[in-house]
């Protein structure tokens, strides 16, 4: 079974701190993503990497970079973070594999910025 | 701007019940479309619809997707308690040059609560 780690569930940041998202999948997928889930606006994509050290923005890039450094590790980056910024944050992977490209899912983290 | 909207964006029944759920999709470059059941934690895959009229079962849960009018149903007969969930359809596109890195673009959702 593919699987999809995030570092935290649960993080609670001050404003302007500097945060760190850590994402890792076992699957070799070549594909990953981060997204955040706001109620009744979905999951928007924020950053994408098709490769190692390969990054293209999402819709809402705004106040994130990424990093990926390994094939299988994926860190979403705030850099000055904002209590627009309180957010569920979502990582998931994929490969062209079979041309199936179905994403799959971490289990979140909830980030709380006050 | 692509656009993928869904409805209801939430939904009571009780068990037994059999719910649709609908996504309409409005994108250049339509590669396929995909359904997410969400719980308490990851969304996980329910089914890729490409073709047109075909129809996707497992177990009480199908889906069919409609090209001609942009859209697709989720349907759920004999609904229980454990189908409570967020349901997330998304679109993949093609880029124009091809490939699309796996991209999706997600509607809101739709919250279904089923009482027993």
């Known amino acids: 079974d593919v699987k999809v780690t995030q570092s935290s569930r649960y993080l609670v940041k001050r404003t302007g701190e500097k945060v760190f998202l850590e994402c890792v999948q076992d699957m070799d997928h070549e594909n990953m993503f981060w997204y955040r889930q706001d109620p009744g606006l979905g999951l928007r994509l924020i950053y994408f990497s098709y490769d190692v050290k390969m990054k293209e923005k999402g819709d809402i890039p705004e106040g994130y970079s990424v990093s990926r450094e390994k094939k299988e590790r994926f860190s979403l980056i705030l850099e000055s973070a904002s209590t627009n910024q309180t957010s569920m944050y979502l990582c998931?992977?994929?490969?062209?594999?079979?041309?199936?490209?179905?994403?799959?899912f971490g289990p979140g983290t909830r980030l709380t910025v006050t | 701007e692509d656009k993928v909207v869904q409805s209801p964006l939430s939904l009571v029944v009780h068990e037994g019940d059999t719910v649709t759920l609908n996504c309409s999709y409005e994108?250049?470059?339509?590669?396929?479309l995909l359904w997410y059941k969400q719980e308490k934690k990851a969304p996980t895959f329910l089914f890729m619809l490409?073709?047109?009229?075909i129809e996707k079962k497992s177990g009480r849960l199908s889906s069919i997707l409609d090209k001609k009018e942009l859209s697709s149903i989720l349907n759920i007969t004999a609904t229980q308690t454990g189908d409570s969930a967020i349901y997330l359809c998304a679109v993949r596109l093609n880029n124009a040059g091809g490939t699309s890195y796996g991209k999706l673009t997600f509607g809101q959702g739709t919250i279904l609560t089923v009482h027993p």
């Open positions: 490409t073709s047109s009229g």
């Open positions: 994108v250049t470059n339509f590669r396929s």
């Open positions: 998931a992977s994929s490969t062209p594999f079979a041309g199936a490209y179905e994403q799959y």
